[in-house]
């Protein structure tokens, strides 16, 4: 008896099909109501005592082969006609797609480029590894110019005219290269500085710089494209410009918009006094028109650059820098429904 077993399993066993039918008829023989395995299972009562535990090891060992083998024949004979004809089973429910989420500083970057778009800027960018020329001497920051310190630069030692860029001013010098006045353009990248990284600062961030070249450009448009700006991205256009110290703008300012003081985070965030320093910006120094061979006594212009982490930081209640460059995803998750 257990030969004929045997017998079964290695029918089983060898058993292959291509063809539904065929495997529906092979399931039948030993799974049916008057199957093989039903019949084998009967004549248990008449297998000799010392027998029994292999007879009925081996009896549902070939019950499981051969369900598990149908099972098997029939989703590949599927999956090929799915595929072979080219008509997938559209009841079937969908595969679970896992959707990402955007950084908060690509949020922010977006933000502000749409603003500036829709009032004509285009998006221009630059390397990130950059020459001195373009970084400091371009933009009126001569070699021993002591506001170089201002910006503690990581330089590349086997090239030293290489560094990363401190700002990206340095875009504006590329972009006056290669185009001529008007000139409208805003430039986000990331820079670095060598500082003392904490909640506050590191040693890389983001800027968004903007150049606006063109006959007749004064103060006052600065001031309104700041003013719309502000409006647009914060819902508040109430700012101040204080004079600050630029090389490559004259004059130049420190740009606050005024916040408010109705709540603590308010108090926190502006350290009491309502108002919060958003970006530097300034008038085009003409030194730097004549380095880039664009006379300055027919053209003008302002520049401005921001830093994309505070206002990050300041919109989405982030209160440590390091958290943006970690890449820890149940922060990122936060912004899941933002876009
Ligand atoms: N490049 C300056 C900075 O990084 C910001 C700035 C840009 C100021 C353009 C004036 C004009 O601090």
Do not use: C
């Amino acid at each position: 008896m257990i030969q004929e077993v045997e017998k079964y399993l290695a029918e089983a066993e060898a058993f292959t099909s291509n063809d539904l039918g065929e495997v529906e008829k092979f399931r039948i023989r030993f799974l049916g109501k008057k199957g093989i395995l039903n019949k084998l299972f009967a004549e248990f009562k008449s297998v000799p005592a010392e027998d029994k535990k292999t007879y009925g090891q081996m009896l549902n060992k070939l019950k499981r082969l051969v369900s598990e083998k149908v099972k098997k024949l029939k989703e590949t004979i599927e999956n090929q006609s799915e595929t072979q004809s080219g008509r997938e089973d559209l009841t079937k429910p969908g595969y679970p797609y896992k959707l990402g989420a955007k950084h908060p500083v690509n949020l922010v970057k977006n933000r502000i480029v749409d603003i500036f778009r829709r009032i004509g800027f285009n998006v221009s960018e630059g390397p990130e590894i950059e020459d001195d020329w373009h970084n400091f001497s371009a933009l009126n920051l001569p070699e021993y110019h002591p506001a170089r310190d201002m910006q503690d630069t990581f330089f590349i030692q086997r090239h030293p005219d290489w560094l990363l860029r401190t700002h990206t001013s340095s875009v504006q010098i590329r972009y006056m290269e290669k185009h001529k006045p008007p000139i409208r353009t805003i430039s986000p990248g990331r820079v670095y500085r060598n500082e003392d990284i904490s909640a506050r600062a590191h040693i890389q961030f983001h800027q968004v710089e903007g150049l606006y070249i063109d006959k007749g450009v004064s103060f006052a448009d600065l001031k309104q494209t700041i003013m719309y700006f502000t409006k647009e991205m914060f819902g508040k256009s109430k700012v101040r410009f204080r004079p600050s110290y630029f090389p490559f703008t004259e004059p130049s300012a420190e740009v606050d918009i005024y916040w408010g003081l109705k709540t603590e985070d308010d108090y926190r965030i502006t350290k009491g006094t309502g108002w919060l320093e958003i970006m530097g910006a300034g008038m085009v120094d003409p030194n730097v028109l004549q380095n880039m061979q664009i006379d300055p006594e027919q053209y003008s212009g302002f520049a401005f650059g921001m830093g994309i982490e505070r206002i990050a930081m300041l919109l989405y209640g982030i209160s440590d820098i390091r958290m943006l460059f970690e890449n820890d995803m149940r922060f990122l998750e936060q912004f899941k429904s933002r876009f």
